[in-house]
């Protein structure tokens, strides 16, 4: 592939991690609004462990929560993607999609756009007959962009990893399952 994409979509790019993406992701998890829906902001440690993992399973696996450029200003604005999850629940292991953008880019269709894109991917590309999302039912804008990219609701759940948090513990679960066409 030419360039430093794996693939696009109309306005995104996704690519594997670099060390210039490190403080510009400190910078998007330590915005507030933008962890609204998680247990704690991450530390700049914690930050660079999940770049290192997200790495090292793109390398392994040919998929990661993908670095995401805006393809006009070739600015990075966070990530959309899919990841491996072992939590504790009767659907794992599972392979998830999500996304954490920077927020000066919400409200421009770019989560819906690139959950979509990196749907397809899967289905073209990865052996990976289903892949779920989960989100606090709180996370509307979350839920809506899993509608939006054509998941299906699965159920609620109570979240293991939220446990002690009684405003995110309860969560949504959706699937998409492959498209063999």
């Given at each position: 592939?030419?360039?430093?994409?794996?693939?696009?979509?109309?306005?995104?790019?996704?690519?594997n991690?670099?060390?210039?993406?490190?403080?510009?992701?400190?910078?998007?998890?330590?915005?507030?609004e933008?962890?609204?829906?998680?247990?704690?902001?991450?530390?700049?440690?914690?930050?660079?462990?999940?770049?290192?993992?997200?790495?090292?399973?793109?390398?392994?696996?040919?998929?990661?929560?993908?670095?995401?450029?805006?393809?006009?200003?070739?600015?990075?604005?966070?990530?959309?993607?899919?990841?491996?999850?072992?939590?504790?629940?009767?659907?794992?292991?599972?392979?998830?999609i999500?996304?954490?953008?920077?927020?000066?880019?919400?409200?421009?269709?770019?989560?819906?756009?690139?959950?979509?894109?990196?749907?397809?991917?899967?289905?073209?590309?990865?052996?990976?007959?289903?892949?779920?999302?989960?989100?606090?039912?709180?996370?509307?804008?979350?839920i809506?962009?899993?509608?939006?990219?054509?998941?299906?609701?699965?159920?609620?759940?109570?979240?293991?990893?939220?446990?002690?948090?009684?405003?995110?513990?309860?969560?949504?679960?959706?699937?998409?399952?492959?498209?063999?066409?």
């Amino acid at each position: 592939m030419k360039g430093p994409f794996i693939f696009k979509s109309e306005r995104l790019g996704f690519r594997n991690w670099m060390e210039a993406d490190i403080e510009k992701m400190i910078g998007i998890n330590a915005d507030r609004e933008v962890m609204k829906y998680f247990p704690a902001q991450p530390s700049k440690e914690q930050t660079i462990k999940f770049i290192e993992r997200m790495q090292k399973q793109f390398e392994e696996r040919n998929y990661c929560y993908f670095a995401v450029d805006e393809l006009a200003t070739r600015s990075f604005i966070g990530f959309i993607g899919l990841s491996d999850q072992t939590y504790e629940s009767d659907f794992s292991p599972f392979t998830d999609i999500g996304w954490r953008l920077d927020r000066s880019c919400w409200s421009m269709g770019y989560a819906t756009e690139g959950a979509k894109a990196c749907l397809a991917y899967a289905d073209r590309y990865l052996d990976l007959p289903l892949i779920y999302a989960v989100s606090p039912r709180v996370n509307k804008n979350s839920i809506k962009v899993m509608e939006k990219i054509g998941m299906s609701f699965v159920k609620y759940f109570d979240h293991p990893l939220l446990r002690y948090n009684a405003h995110l513990e309860r969560c949504v679960l959706y699937l998409h399952k492959k498209s063999y066409n």
